[in-house]
């Protein structure tokens, strides 16, 4: 039960509230942030009224209710994830880490939320839409195909997304790393070392991410006259499924080396190799992509793609000042080179 205004104070009951002002001035609490920040929307009675109950209280507005007319809480809204079982991806941590230092150097500090339900595009993101806790957002979900972008498109939002809209009618700003120039690299490497049976495990074709990597291995291989048929396994991105689609494939294709969507999905394949005595980077070779810890302590180490996140973060950062500014062309996008980090595997 809510605390009684008019009533004196029995002991400690904490600041005053926009819920109090609103039940002390007899209006409701939209009233009381539209006195607030846009007084010029009410009536002149209604202003004295709530202006007296705020002075009657002592209430002080917090940060992000004072700033809401300029926008200027120097506060990024970004939605965590949930960690999936069976992966060994932690770009997310990567990107969080670069993001939070990057905008303490810009003069903004990140706020990390969660959704009750990660399906739903508004959960999380509409209790800080409506009270303006920040002033924008960064959105990741690209794996997915942003339904939090549109969300937040719909709702006019400002925020900067990490992956492209992959579709053509999206005026949201992004930053995004050239996936399939990523894959060419590793299959290119690949090629220079002899290698002329090249295999692909990536994504369910749904993933945009996923077809734009495994773009970049089968452009590679028929510029150089190979044939990719029978060499491909789409799946989801766990090491059970990436150990099953290597099986498969060495059993029916013989493949001397695969090129992986995830370090995740060359994990399963490495799993693979050892259970039937084969070596990686001996016997046959294994490429992934986002150079996670996993890659880099494994015996003899993962060669994999490394996404170059600290720009990444720059970039998204700046473009959220400009975009804040009022600088930001609608629908732009930066892409950014990954590059491959060559270890023991291949």
Request: glycine share 10%; net charge neutral.
């Amino acid at each position: 039960m809510g605390r009684d205004p008019h009533r004196a104070a029995d002991g400690p009951t904490g600041p005053p509230t926009l819920a109090d002002v609103a039940a002390l001035a007899g209006v409701s609490r939209q009233t009381v942030s539209n006195a607030l920040n846009n007084p010029a929307l009410l009536r002149a009675d209604t202003l004295e009224r709530v202006r007296d109950a705020v002075d009657t209280l002592g209430y002080t507005p917090n940060r992000a209710a004072r700033n809401l007319r300029t926008k200027a809480s120097r506060l990024i809204g970004l939605r965590l994830t949930p960690f999936a079982e069976e992966t060994a991806n932690a770009t997310v941590d990567r990107f969080v880490h670069s993001l939070v230092q990057a905008s303490r150097e810009a003069g903004y500090h990140v706020l990390l939320f969660d959704g009750d339900d990660p399906s739903d595009p508004a959960s999380g993101y509409d209790e800080l839409v409506r009270s303006t806790a920040v002033d924008a957002f960064v959105v990741t979900d690209t794996f997915k195909g942003n339904p939090q972008a549109s969300y937040l498109e719909d709702s006019r939002v400002p925020f900067v997304a990490f992956g492209r809209p992959w579709t053509p009618a999206a005026l949201h700003p992004w930053v995004d790393v050239d996936g399939a120039a990523g894959t060419a690299e590793a299959t290119a490497h690949l090629l220079a070392r002899g290698h002329r049976k090249v295999a692909w495990i990536g994504w369910r074709k749904e993933s945009p991410i996923g077809e734009d990597r495994r773009a970049g291995w089968s452009r590679t291989l028929r510029g150089h006259g190979l044939s990719t048929t029978g060499l491909a396994s789409r799946v989801e991105d766990t090491v059970r499924s990436g150990h099953e689609a290597a099986g498969v494939l060495l059993d029916e294709a013989a493949p001397t080396a695969f090129v992986c969507a995830s370090d995740t999905l060359a994990t399963g394949v490495l799993r693979q190799l050892h259970e039937r005595r084969l070596v990686a980077g001996r016997d046959v070779a294994v490429v992934g992509f986002d150079d996670s810890p996993v890659a880099q302590l494994l015996p003899g180490g993962l060669t994999s793609v490394r996404q170059p996140l600290e720009e990444v973060a720059v970039q998204v950062v700046d473009r959220l000042g400009k975009l804040l500014g009022h600088r930001e062309t609608f629908g732009s996008g930066t892409l950014l080179a990954p590059h491959l980090v060559v270890r023991g595997s291949s």
